[in-house]
């Protein structure tokens, strides 16, 4: 692993499912350390795009991580490289927190092993940074949206893999708990050089964490830049179908969603007009 391997490397990605071509041909390099949100419209195939990268579907030859064909890597090693937070993870019933979260650590302990009190010293550091300290024996099942969305970053966090994929991990969060997740990936992936691939649908809360945006479309990359390159206008309006208007912030574009008007206000198309 020298430093010029890229942590993801896809060539020519293409994914059917069911029959139906989903991802159409996607090419996408990511370094390592590097934050790379992708973004685009419901069914664009972002979670397709990322399941694909964390290896739960058959890409001979497409997907490489840290320079190895995901295929060659056995799942232990595989969950060492290569932590998943799904949109909408399986909740085991009747699992407390703190054993779900330890379930991030069975790539680390041997088969029919227990955990160490290194395992559990790391689950208990991750839970207490996601200010989750009181929550160990709350059954996941109890929890609110919030608080299971975090607890799922844990089980993540906890895995120890230099490559985190997110799938829209802060779609359940408040805006404070939001900021409070990213900025602890954020200082994560600077303290532990991890790479992050992410998708999210807050295209402004998005564009302030990624060093890179990528528009997925029908399958295929359209646009893939700086947040400044891809947060556009014309992009946006484009590919989602939306009135936005995107005006600079602090810490990158912002882009607010605006009623449609009839009268071709800035950034607004009329949406019952045919877009072509
Ligand atoms: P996104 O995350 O961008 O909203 P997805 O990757 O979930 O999009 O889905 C992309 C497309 O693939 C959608 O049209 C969805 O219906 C379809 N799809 C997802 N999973 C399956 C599946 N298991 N079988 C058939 N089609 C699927
Ligand atoms: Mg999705």
């Not at 190895?68 to 909408?88: F, K, S």
């Not at 947060?231 to 946006?236: A, C, G, H, I, M």
């Not at 936005?244 to 969603?257: A, D, N, S, T, Y």
Request: net charge negative; proline share 7%; charged share 20%.
């Amino acid at each position: 692993m020298t430093p010029s391997v890229p942590a993801v490397d896809l060539r020519d990605l293409r994914i059917s499912l069911d029959g139906a071509p989903i991802l159409t041909g996607v090419d996408l390099t990511v370094s390592a350390g590097e934050w790379v949100t992708v973004i685009g419209p419901n069914g664009a195939g972002k979670s397709t795009l990322l399941r694909a990268v964390g290896g739960l579907l058959p890409t001979p030859d497409a997907v490489r991580l840290f320079g190895t064909p995901i295929g060659e890597l056995r799942r232990r090693e595989r969950a060492r490289v290569v932590a998943t937070v799904a949109q909408a993870p399986v909740v085991p019933p009747g699992m407390a927190v703190l054993d779900y979260v330890l379930l991030g650590r069975t790539p680390y302990i041997a088969p029919l092993g227990r955990e160490s009190a290194a395992d559990l010293a790391v689950v208990h550091e991750v839970l207490d940074r996601l200010d989750l300290a009181g929550f160990h024996d709350r059954e996941l099942a109890t929890l609110s949206g919030g608080e299971r969305q975090r607890v799922f970053l844990a089980r993540a966090l906890a895995q120890g893999a230099t490559l985190l994929l997110l799938d829209e991990p802060t779609s359940a969060l408040d805006i404070g708990h939001q900021q409070e997740v990213l900025e602890l990936v954020d200082q994560l992936r600077r303290t532990h050089n991890l790479t992050v691939v992410a998708t999210m649908h807050d295209l402004s809360i998005a564009g302030e964490y990624a060093d890179r945006m990528v528009l997925l479309a029908d399958g295929r990359i359209v646009a893939a830049g700086t947040p400044a390159e891809v947060l556009t206008e014309d992009l946006l309006s484009r590919h989602y179908r939306a009135s936005v208007r995107v005006i600079p912030g602090p810490h990158g574009p912002l882009v607010l969603p605006t009623r449609p008007t009839r009268d071709g206000a800035v950034g607004a198309p009329d949406l019952g007009r045919d877009s072509s």
